[in-house]
């Protein structure tokens, strides 16, 4: 960040985490207040964290990505209109965004269907869990017609393939920016429905 005002630049931006974006959002604003002509502007175009937008605002920092809360808003509007979802599983990654999503989840279905039920809560340890199947197997337990999960990497994908094993339907998920930088990692809040009755996973010792 020194290097870049140092150079004249104006403009910053990054693909990276919310704890990145705080740290830049905060010593962008440190430096508009200490050296006004050096004033510079944090384009973010990634971290979800609604703090940043909220709390922690600056007038130094604008978002162009959707936050945590605005993904789920979105996505249980949309769970309003399907009166055939009854039970939800949340199941996400236990750090901050995950634990953003999962209450968000809780207290916007609890505003706009209170008829449904959380019928689970799971956060799981990033890039750690290699087999989805005993969690496939605690959904299926717990009666849900529904999973709500922002996991992302090996865990969206290990997940999605335990899901599809299992014969769980994937309804919805959230889209990547068309110009996203290729490589990158991306949370995509996902909508799982129509969980079957029966499956071997429940009938087999995992």
């Known amino acids: 960040l020194r290097a870049a005002t140092d150079q004249g630049i104006r ?3 990054q693909g990276g985490g919310s704890g990145v974006a ?3 959002s905060e010593a ?7 050296d006004p002509d050096k004033a510079t502007l944090f384009l973010n175009y990634s971290a979800m964290d609604p703090g940043l937008t909220n709390d922690r605002c600056s007038f130094w920092h604008f978002r162009f990505y959707p936050s945590s809360e605005m993904k789920i808003e979105a996505l249980t509007t949309w769970m309003t209109k399907r009166e055939d979802i009854k039970k939800v599983f949340l199941l ?5 965004h995950g634990q953003q999503v999962s209450k968000a989840s809780r207290d916007y279905l609890a505003r706009k269907r209170p008829d ?6 799971d956060f799981i340890p990033i890039a750690q869990v290699r ?16 999973v709500i999960t922002s996991n992302w990497g090996s865990d969206l994908t290990l997940l999605f393939k335990s899901a599809r094993d299992s014969g769980l339907n994937i309804v919805a998920e959230a889209a990547l920016a068309a110009d996203a930088v290729a490589g990158g990692y991306y949370v ?7 969980v ?3 499956h071997r996973l429940a009938q087999e010792e995992i």
């Open 11 to 13: 403009y910053i931006t």
């Open 22 to 24: 705080f740290a830049l």
């Open 28 to 34: 962008l604003t440190k430096l508009a207040e200490r």
């Open 92 to 96: 996400n990654q236990n750090y901050t």
């Open 116 to 121: 449904i039920q959380i019928v689970g809560d």
């Open 131 to 146: 087999d989805f199947a005993p969690h496939i197997a605690k959904i299926r337990a717990s009666g849900a017609d529904t």
């Open 188 to 194: 995509r809040p996902t909508l799982v429905a129509d």
């Open 196 to 198: 079957p009755a029966t």
